[in-house]
């Protein structure tokens, strides 16, 4: 997650561009930069200063050698691809274009190689072919508004850039795909900014840019332009209020802000565990695990609570396929209880977003007690768990204020498989052609979920549905199964409407008793080697009446038609990363559907964010 600001003046803008960076370092501070369009003497040109480091390192930096100017963008780095130094902070600059970015650009290893023979590369960005795109364009004669247009085209992957052009002053060009970014409207100025925090000390009103939308800023103007570059006009949103409101930016709640950040969350948490610029996960040293040897771990135990759990639950399926390790998955209020039957060369993990669920701590402390490795995969580094376990994993999800976990789970699950592939590498179980392919996989996946979540307004219809139900079911096989139990849980919490999640192949042995005519069941089954039989059992439920909702791709909503009384299509996504991309659209129907019933959504009743109690 990194932050952007741009502001299109009439004044000097520097240290306007460095106090919107501070609003914005919660987003990164690995590096920050400014690039300005300098005019001295009626003569302009494109200038930057960037540093390592925080903020105050950049102002110390302009201080000795100033820079400013009208028209200015700035960035403050989380780095994803490439060391956290100097020559990887943005702005990126490639002949005339300077240019900042937030998120991933999964292509950009063949746009480097179609251009290394004409381009110089300086850095281990994945930035910076943008920069040499557009530029490229330009010398073949578009006008900078077109070079940037063309070049969007030529870009896969979830991101958010802003792009000044030396020669081309007066305009700012913007774009947003899977990443957020804002435009802010000021009285004879234009903004942009990641979110309405970088702009609040510029204006009040704010312009949500949409998936996939373009636009050129000027001073007096705003242009945007869908996807297909076509003008649209979007809604101005006046932020008030609080920052805490300002937070939630044009999100009716929290926790629907949480499910659309996670292209981002999940790219950061990427960050952590894969180096994308070599196309390769992270060794354990390079994850500063130092003493963890996956080869000689002969048994895992993922211990957690709710969420946390069945992300655990999910990587079971992943230690065991990808890593040939043998995983024990347990419900932390349980597992001390039960008195497991340890193995010496076992780890013991704990999975929790806070890092305080006092029933994963307490399994914690009972594994360290039977002297066992212990490592926890936490989401605030400064909480108890990862202090006290031998090893402590960030998932890097960033601040989860909704009481249902939704982003956490995601970067739970991300970070698992990461660790899952980490594991099977170092076992010797993944080929290094199958390493590529699966860290393409990951790579893959913000843009993915950025896709899903255009399913919003489908699902949103679907959930009307299922707001009037008493009961529901969720099915699943394989991954998907502690898929669904996740899916239940987080109607349950939220709408308060009963729900169960099964193995799908389980309800027959006895919950098939509880269908009805109308009961809702959804059915989770992206296109796998388990799908016909999941298919079979979706029959079941449907010849009893049964209104069957089928959670699937392009291929199993062919296969499966006229089978389901509903199909949401998800993007085609390879069977490893499926459950991550399959998340957002349970998440999401059950947000919707407890809109519909109007339910404290952010602050459910009864539930407490974080369970310190035994
Ligand atoms: O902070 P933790 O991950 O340890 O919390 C575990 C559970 O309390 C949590 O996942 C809970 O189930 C959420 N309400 C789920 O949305």
Known sequence: MCGIIGIAGTKPVTDRLLEGLKRLEYRGYDSAGIAVIEKNNHVSGLVRRRAKGKIRNLEERIELEPADGLFGIAHTRWATHGAPNEINAHPHFAGRVGLVHNGIIENFTSLRDELKHTRDFVTQTDTEVVAHLIDEAMKSGLSGKDAFAASLKKLTGAFALGVVIDGVDGQIFAARRGSPLAIGLGDGENYIGSDAIALASLTTRVIYLEEGDWAVVTTDNVEIFDLNDTPVKRDITIVTGSLAAAEKGNYRHFMLKEIYEQPETVSHTLTHYVDAFNHKIKTPSELELKDLDFAKIERLSLIACGTAAYAAYVAKYWFEQLAEMPVDVDIASEFRYRKPALIKNSVAMVVSQSGETADTLAALRYAQSKDLQTAALVNVMSSTMAREADFALPINAGPEIGVASTKAFTSQLTALLSLAICAGVQRGHISETYEQKLIASLTQMPRLIAETLTLDDDIEKLAH??????????????????????????????????????????????????????????????????????????????????????????????????????????????????????????????????????????????????????
């Open 465 to 614: 549905d299922l707001s009037k139900a008493k009961n529901a079911f969720y099915l699943g096989r394989g991954m998907h199964f502690p898929l669904a139990l996740e899916g239940a849980l987080k109607l349950k919490e939220i709408s308060y409407i009963h729900a169960e999640g099964y193995a799908a192949g389980e309800l027959k042995h006895g919950p098939i008793a509880l269908i009805e005519e109308g009961t809702p069941v959804i059915v989770i089954a992206p296109t796998d080697e388990l799908f016909e039989k999941t298919v079979s059992n979706m029959q079941e439920v449907s010849t009893r009446g049964a209104k069957v909702l089928l959670i699937t791709d392009k291929e199993g909503a062919r296969k499966a038609k006229g089978m389901a009384n509903d199909i949401l299509i998800c993007p085609d996504v390879c069977v490893e990363t499926a459950p991550i991309v399959y998340a957002i659209t349970i998440q999401l129907l059950s947000y919707h559907a407890a809109v519909h019933l109007g339910t404290d959504v952010d602050q459910p009743r009864n539930l407490a964010k974080s369970v310190t109690v035994e």
